[in-house]
T-cell receptor, first 110, second 111 residues
């Protein structure tokens, strides 16, 4: 059983569209991170959310941590081809410093 | 600052051969990590080192060994490579606040 379930697994949209990807769990987390990974590179941290209900904005990206700290969402407004990549959520769990979801692979077509 | 560097970038091994993947960071971080990334499986933790002189197993440690040579360097060794170890390997280091910085990865093919 995957600790962090990400959906959808794949998403292909046209430039200018809005989208939301999700990261869900039955566990409560002290914090949750979102990373973006471009082809041939390592993941890069986008944001860390800590407080239940917290909303953080990074330009056209809006991140929300669920009130119960079990889930999170990433909303992209007016997607651009530069947003293409693998979006990963991650959270500390037990003795494991960071557990990753399997990711959502986003393709934005011009 | 170079951040996290990994060598080699690519490697092809035959079953049974050994090799060491090198990782170095210049950010003075205490914690370092080794992950493997496989299609459909996401990033899985192999081993980590919370500080110089300590190492701990992650989710998938079998078939691997690690050495935290000093604060900067954390190496991953495959003693007898198997086709199941074909993967992309990422090294990361972590700040005190929990942000991980990843290297560019090593692509390993075991025939």
């Amino acid at each position: 059983t995957q600790l962090l379930e990400q959906s959808p697994q794949f998403l292909s949209i046209q430039e200018g569209e809005n989208l939301t990807v999700y990261c869900n769990s039955s566990s409560v987390f002290s914090s949750l991170q979102w990373y973006r990974q471009e082809p041939g590179e390592g993941p890069v941290l986008l944001v860390t959310v800590v407080t239940g209900g917290e909303v953080k904005k990074l330009k056209r990206l809006t991140f929300q941590f669920g009130d119960a700290r079990k889930d999170s969402s990433l909303h992209i407004t007016a997607a651009q081809p530069g947003d293409t990549g693998l979006y990963l959520c991650a959270a500390p769990s037990g003795n494991t410093p960071l557990v990753f979801g399997k990711g959502t692979r986003l393709s934005v077509i011009a | 600052n170079a951040g996290v560097t990994q060598t080699p970038k690519f490697q092809v091994l035959k079953t049974g051969q050994s090799m060491t993947l090198q990782c170095a960071q210049d950010m003075n971080h205490n914690s370092m990590y080794w992950y493997r990334q496989d299609p459909g499986m996401g990033l899985r933790l192999i081993y980590y080192s919370a500080s110089e002189g300590t190492t701990d197993k992650g989710e998938v440690p079998n078939g691997y060994n690690v050495s935290r040579l000093n604060k900067r360097e954390f190496s991953l060794r495959l003693e007898s490579a198997a086709p199941s170890q074909t993967s992309v390997y990422f090294c990361a280091s972590q700040t005190g606040s929990g942000t991980q910085y990843f290297g560019p990865g090593t692509r390993l093919l075991v025939l």
